[in-house]
């Protein structure tokens, strides 16, 4: 018996890394019969495999799945969406932007940080392109989230600024990447390992093409240890899962103020005494992140 993590699986194999390297392994028995029921093996899962020998060379089955710390999940067609997971435990998800070329949608970040803290997972933000912003604007630019408490990395994978930085909060951990494409995502992953760029975005067009087949994740291993998921878009995950009355807990600068306003049952979006609509009134909360608090509370798309 061996503990290992899916990194891919493929017609009911999957390809499970563990301490004495990477065995395929097919799912047995009663976790078999889960499946069926919805419970699916997706990558990123921890599991127990054994080995059975049966005739010729070794058979390794899945016998046990632990529990998941973390799900990413997305809407499954039909009448009634069901959440359908993706990947499961990843530690954080990283949301590129690029400082100019292109201009950052802020509104579209926000989308990407409210999908992350209603998954539990930890959002890192990373400015790229500082190189072409200059690192003080892309400072300002970025500033209300380090006031609300996010941590951002600012990098340039054209001359290697903060690419260091960068590699240690990927080393060891299972992240997610999100962020609009030409921001420098592939870049940045190759300049902190070469080849790893190249790989994750041969996954996403794979990905990509199989829209009405299947849609697969991957994990893509680290030389440090750790791995970088490629995930089929996040915009498809998790923001209809969200109850209008649970996005206030996804702004972690709403917090303080929540028990100010005037009524308990505050939607903070139009009623008098609002403590979080007066904050951002005075320039104590960053009036583009209320604007897209309220955006997703009235369930408008953004494109
Ligand atoms: P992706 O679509 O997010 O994976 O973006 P790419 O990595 O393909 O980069 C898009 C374009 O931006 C390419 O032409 C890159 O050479 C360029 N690029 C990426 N990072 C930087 C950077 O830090 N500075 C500058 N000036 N250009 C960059
Ligand atoms: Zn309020």
Redesign the pocket.
């Known amino acids: 018996m061996r503990s290992g993590t899916v990194c891919r699986g493929l017609g009911g194999v999957y390809e499970v890394e563990t301490p004495e390297g990477v065995v395929e392994a097919v799912l047995r028995g009663r976790i078999k019969r889960e499946e069926r029921t919805g419970e699916k093996v997706v990558v990123g899962d921890r599991v127990d495999v054994d080995e059975d020998r049966a005739g010729e060379g070794t058979v390794w089955s899945i016998v046990k799945v632990h529990e998941r710390t973390t799900v990413l999940a997305r809407k499954a067609p039909g009448k009634a969406p069901r959440p359908k997971a993706i990947v499961a435990n990843v530690d954080q998800v990283l949301v ?1 932007f690029a400082a100019a070329n292109p201009d950052p949608h802020l509104r579209m970040l926000d989308r990407f940080l409210v999908i992350a803290a209603s998954s539990d997972i930890a959002p890192v933000i990373v400015v ?2 500082t ?2 912003a200059g690192m003080d604007a892309a400072r300002a630019l970025f500033a209300p989230y380090e006031r609300a408490g996010y941590t951002v990395h600012y ?4 001359d290697g600024t903060g690419v260091d930085g960068l590699r240690e909060a990927l080393c060891g951990r299972l992240s997610a990447l999100a ?1 609009p ?8 992953l190759n300049a902190v390992q070469p080849g790893l ?1 190249l790989r994750v ?1 041969e996954v996403s067009q794979a990905v990509n093409k199989g829209r009405h087949t299947t849609v697969t994740a991957q994990l893509i291993p680290l030389e440090c240890g750790g791995w970088v998921a490629d995930t089929p878009g996040l915009r498809e995950v998790g923001l209809w899962e969200i109850e209008p009355d649970q996005l206030q807990f996804y702004f972690p600068e709403f917090e303080p103020l929540l028990g100010d306003c005037r009524y308990p049952t505050c939607t903070h979006t139009h009623e008098p005494g609002c403590a979080v609509r007066a904050a951002a009134q005075s320039g104590e909360i960053d009036a583009g992140r209320y604007d897209s608090y309220q955006r997703m509370f009235l369930g408008e798309d953004e494109e």
């Open positions: 590129v790229n392109k190189d072409v990098t340039a994978a054209r962020g494409s030409g921001v420098g995502k592939s870049s940045l760029g975005s």
